[in-house]
C-alpha cells in the first residue's frame, strides 16, 4: 500500500480524532482536534505530520523543536506518534519517524527525544527498533 508523508491541516482532523482515541485511550472531537492543531502550527515550533493510505489518514506524528539552557543545539521532540491499528506492522510509523527525524535536522536539532506511557510496551519494542535509546525517567505533575 503506497502511504503518502504529507503536513497535516485542519480538514484532517476529524480522520485524526480515531487515531488520538486509540493513542490515549480517551475521545477528542474533530473540533478540538482542529483548534489544537491550529494553535500548534501557529506557534512556528511545531509540525504536525499525516500518514495517508488510499485516501485516508492512517498515521499522525507532532513534532516540538525547543531550545535547552544546557545544549548547544535545539532539541526535538516527537509527540502524538500514532499508527491506526489496523494498519501496524506496514513501516507506516518507521515513516513518520524517518520523515520528523528529517524535519528536525533541517530545523538545526542534534536529538530526538520522546515520552511513552509506562504501560504502552508495544509502543516501547518499536521505539528502540528505530533506534531511540531509554535514557531518562519522565517525572510529571498536574498543575
Given at each position: 500500500?503506497?502511504?503518502?508523508?504529507?503536513?497535516?491541516?485542519?480538514?484532517?482532523?476529524?480522520?485524526?480524532?480515531?487515531?488520538?482515541?486509540?493513542?490515549?485511550?480517551?475521545?477528542?472531537?474533530?473540533?478540538?482536534?482542529?483548534?489544537?492543531?491550529?494553535?500548534?502550527?501557529?506557534?512556528?515550533?511545531?509540525?504536525?505530520?499525516?500518514?495517508?493510505?488510499e485516501g485516508r489518514v492512517v498515521g499522525v506524528a507532532g513534532l516540538h523543536v525547543a531550545w535547552m539552557i544546557h545544549?548547544?543545539?535545539?532539541?526535538?521532540?516527537?509527540?502524538?506518534?500514532?499508527?491506526?491499528?489496523?494498519?501496524?506492522?506496514?513501516?507506516?510509523?518507521?515513516?513518520?519517524?524517518?520523515?520528523s527525524c528529517e524535519l528536525a535536522r533541517a530545523a538545526g536539532c542534534d536529538r530526538m527525544e520522546?515520552?511513552?506511557?509506562?504501560?504502552?510496551?508495544?509502543?516501547?519494542?518499536?521505539?528502540?527498533?528505530?533506534?531511540?535509546?531509554?535514557?531518562?525517567?519522565?517525572?510529571?505533575?498536574?498543575?
Amino acid at each position: 500500500m503506497p502511504i503518502e508523508i504529507r503536513d497535516a491541516h485542519p480538514a484532517d482532523a476529524g480522520e485524526m480524532a480515531p487515531l488520538m482515541l486509540q493513542l490515549m485511550g480517551r475521545p477528542s472531537s474533530p473540533g478540538a482536534i482542529r483548534d489544537r492543531l491550529v494553535r500548534l502550527l501557529a506557534t512556528g515550533a511545531d509540525r504536525v505530520i499525516v500518514a495517508v493510505a488510499e485516501g485516508r489518514v492512517v498515521g499522525v506524528a507532532g513534532l516540538h523543536v525547543a531550545w535547552m539552557i544546557h545544549a548547544d543545539h535545539p532539541t526535538a521532540r516527537l509527540m502524538s506518534l500514532v499508527v491506526s491499528e489496523e494498519c501496524r506492522g506496514q513501516g507506516i510509523g518507521r515513516s513518520l519517524v524517518h520523515r520528523s527525524c528529517e524535519l528536525a535536522r533541517a530545523a538545526g536539532c542534534d536529538r530526538m527525544e520522546l515520552t511513552s506511557r509506562l504501560e504502552r510496551a508495544g509502543a516501547h519494542s518499536f521505539y528502540e527498533r528505530v533506534g531511540f535509546e531509554h535514557t531518562s525517567k519522565r517525572f510529571s505533575m498536574p498543575l
